[in-house]
T-cell receptor
């Protein structure tokens, strides 16, 4: 089955900790994205990557970091510098030649 | 002013009714328009994808784009309880290989049995 997987589904973090959210896709898409979704708000872009070893900041990149060492993988690290990290995090990949994005099931991060 | 405006709802209709969901936008460069359905605690799934103006039909779903009014709609015919979800509109200008997509905040829809 082709698709996007995210892990873990739920993640709890203590203040001051860094945590890494996993995103893997087997759709052979070049572009991948990370969004944050808060209640009652739309999706806000954190980082995106158009190709391996390259990525760009989105609208709310502060306190987050990413890497893109493999086409299939785009992990997101939520650092201790992110002041309000509790949210639902969505990873997506984009089909080449279109603006169609496909989403993973999401990771819900809660800061204790 | 947000680039994309969407009424958050909630919208509650009886089963079998026709549902109309709408978004307005301000950027005249947008030419790709999408509708996503998101169930609670799940990732969004693509429902409809249209390019430029006009209508597109897929089963019970019809997407309509009016670029002159900067207004897009999603119609759901013969609505079912399983259609209860949040519906997100999305759009982009499509001028780069990974152009940014702007999402609406979503409309929460509830279909009453």
């Amino acid at each position: 089955d082709g698709g996007i997987t995210q892990s873990p589904k739920y993640l709890f973090r203590k203040e001051g900790q860094n945590v890494t959210l996993s995103c893997e896709q087997n759709l052979n898409h070049d572009a991948m994205y990370w969004y944050r979704q808060d209640p009652g708000q739309g999706l806000r872009l954190i980082y995106y990557s158009q190709i391996v070893n390259d990525f760009q900041k989105g609208d709310i990149a502060e306190g987050y970091s990413v890497s893109r060492e493999k086409k299939e993988s785009f992990p997101l690290t939520v650092t201790s510098a992110q002041k309000n990290p509790t949210a639902f995090y969505l990873c997506a990949s984009q089909e080449g030649g279109t603006d169609t994005q496909y989403f993973g099931p999401g990771t819900r991060l809660t800061v204790l | 002013q947000k680039e994309v405006e969407q009424d958050p709802g909630p919208l509650s209709v009886p089963e079998g009714a026709i549902v109309s969901l709408n978004c307005t936008y301000s950027n005249s460069a947008f030419q790709y328009f999408m509708w996503y359905r998101q169930y609670s605690r799940k990732g969004p799934e693509l429902l409809m994808y249209t390019y430029s103006s006009g209508n597109k039909e897929d089963g019970r779903f019809t997407a309509q784009v009016d670029k002159s009014s900067k207004y897009i709609s999603l119609f759901i015919r013969d609505s079912q309880p399983s259609d209860s979800a949040t519906y997100l509109c999305a759009m982009s200008d499509g001028y780069s290989s990974a152009s940014k997509i702007i999402f609406g905040s979503g409309t929460r829809l509830s279909i009453r049995p």
